[in-house]
C-alpha cells in the first residue's frame, strides 16, 4: 500500500478538530465527512446550514494556501448548490502554521473571489478565524510563541512525551485482558475531545498527539472511534525510548527491612511514589526475578530525608537495599499506579518498559510480562481494528 502524502495525514488530522470544534459550538453533523482528505459535510445550528469544503496544506505559505482556496471555495459552492433546501457554503484552509499576512491575505481572496461563501481559517497553534452567520463561536487566536520561533519550521510532535504515554496506556487500556494492572479510564473515544477529557489533558495536546499517530501511520482509519494498528512495532519504538539514563540513588536500611517499613515508607513519600521494576511485577504476580534491590519510583530523590525516612545511601561497597528512581515520564507514571499486594505499584505497562533494559535479567522480566499480558493486548488491539475494516 502506498505511503499517504502529508496533505492527507494533516487533513485527516484537521477534519477532527473541525468537526469537533463545531460539534463543540452547537453545531449537528446532518451528513458525516467522508474518509478523504477534504471535509464534505453538512453542518447545521437553527436555521443556519452550511456545506463544508476543508483543505489542508503541510505549510502554510501564501503560495500554498491560496489555490487551495479557490479550489475549496469551487467545491463548496457546488456541493451546496447539490443540496435541497441549498445551505450556505463554507470553504475551510488549514495548516500548521498560519501567519497573520497569510490569514490576512485569504480573506482578502475570499472577499474577492469567493461572494456568498463563509469561510474558515485554522492551524495546529490555535487560530480559528471564520466568517460567516453564527460562525463566530468557533474563533480564537494563536498561542504566543516564543522569541525567535516564527523564523523556525514547526518541529515534529515527540510521541513519547510524559502526557502522550499517559494517552497511549488510555488508548490501549480497553485491549488489556486485566484491566486492574492500569488505572485508567477503560472505554474507546470517538475523538481529541473525548480522549482529552478522559485523560485529563487539553483537546489541543490530545490533538497534536493523535495527529503524530496518524502522521507515523499508527492511527486507524476509522471514522467512530480512536483506534490503534502496527501496534508491536509502536509497543517497540516506546520501549526503545527507554534506552536513556534515568536518575537512581542506591540506599539501605537503618534498621533490618521489611515489609511493613516499606509500605511505611512508600506511605510517608506520599501519592507520586510507588513500587517499580521488578517489585512491581512482583506484586501484581508477574515476578520473574529474585535478588533485586526493589526499586521505588518517585518524583524527586527525598535528599536530606535518609534519617528521617530510616535509610542511609549505600556506599559503592555495599549493595543497596532500595534504589530510589525518578521516572522520565512521572506523569504517566503516577497517574496509571495500581493498587496491588497492599503497595501502590507501576501499572503492567509502565513495569515493561521499564524493566527491559535493566542489566539483572531484565530481558527475562520483559519477556514473561510480554507473554502474559502483552501480546494479549496487541491481538485485541488487532482484532478490534480488523472490525473496523
Not at 100 to 123: K, N, T, W, Y
Not at 149 to 172: C, H, T, Y
Not at 244 to 254: D, T
Amino acid at each position: 500500500m502506498a505511503s499517504r502524502q502529508p496533505e492527507s495525514s494533516s487533513g485527516q488530522a484537521f477534519k477532527r478538530l473541525l468537526i469537533e470544534a463545531l460539534r463543540a459550538a452547537g453545531w449537528k453533523v446532518v451528513r458525516p465527512a467522508d474518509g478523504q482528505a477534504s471535509v464534505h459535510a453538512l453542518f447545521s445550528k437553527g436555521k443556519a446550514r452550511y456545506a463544508v469544503v476543508l483543505k489542508a496544506a503541510s505549510e502554510g505559505r501564501r503560495d500554498r494556501l491560496v489555490p487551495l482556496l479557490a479550489q475549496a471555495i469551487l467545491e463548496a459552492q457546488s456541493q451546496a448548490g447539490s443540496i435541497h433546501p441549498q445551505p450556505k457554503p463554507l470553504a475551510v484552509i488549514a495548516a500548521p502554521s498560519i501567519a497573520q499576512p497569510v490569514l490576512r491575505h485569504l480573506q482578502q481572496f475570499a472577499a474577492s473571489h469567493g461572494s456568498g461563501v463563509a469561510l474558515g481559517v485554522m492551524d495546529s497553534e490555535g487560530l480559528r478565524a471564520f466568517s460567516g452567520p453564527g460562525l463566530e463561536d468557533l474563533n480564537s487566536r494563536s498561542r504566543p510563541k516564543r522569541n525567535g520561533a516564527n523564523s523556525r519550521p514547526e518541529l515534529g510532535v515527540d510521541l513519547f512525551s510524559d502526557l502522550n504515554q499517559w494517552m497511549l496506556k488510555i488508548v490501549l487500556a480497553p485491549d488489556l485482558i486485566q484491566d486492574e494492572l492500569l488505572r485508567a479510564p477503560v472505554s474507546r473515544y470517538k475523538n481529541a475531545s473525548e480522549l482529552a477529557n478522559a485523560a485529563q489533558v487539553s483537546v489541543m495536546s490530545a490533538f497534536r498527539f493523535l495527529r503524530q499517530l496518524d502522521r507515523e501511520g499508527f492511527l486507524s482509519e476509522s471514522r467512530d472511534q480512536i483506534r490503534l494498528v502496527r501496534v508491536e512495532e509502536l509497543l517497540r519504538r516506546w520501549q526503545a525510548a527507554y534506552s536513556r539514563p534515568i536518575p537512581e540513588v542506591g540506599v539501605r536500611w537503618l534498621l533490618s527491612g521489611s515489609r511493613e517499613r516499606l509500605k511505611a515508607l512508600i506511605k510517608a513519600l506520599g501519592d507520586r511514589a510507588c513500587l517499580g521494576l521488578f517489585a512491581a511485577a512482583r506484586a501484581c504476580k508477574l515476578g520473574h526475578v529474585q535478588g533485586v534491590p526493589v526499586h521505588v519510583l518517585v518524583d524527586r530523590i527525598p535528599h536530606g530525608r535518609w534519617k528521617q525516612l530510616g535509610l542511609i545511601e549505600a556506599q559503592d561497597s555495599h549493595a543497596p537495599d532500595l534504589v530510589f528512581r525518578v521516572p522520565s515520564a512521572r506523569e504517566s507514571v503516577f497517574r496509571g499506579a495500581v493498587q496491588a499486594d497492599g503497595f501502590l505499584v507501576s501499572d503492567v505497562i509502565q513495569t515493561w518498559l521499564d524493566v527491559g533494559l535493566h542489566p539483572a535479567r531484565g530481558r527475562e522480566q520483559a519477556d514473561l510480562i510480554y507473554r502474559k499480558v502483552i501480546a494479549p493486548m496487541i491481538n485485541s488491539a488487532k482484532v478490534a481494528s480488523s472490525q473496523d475494516v
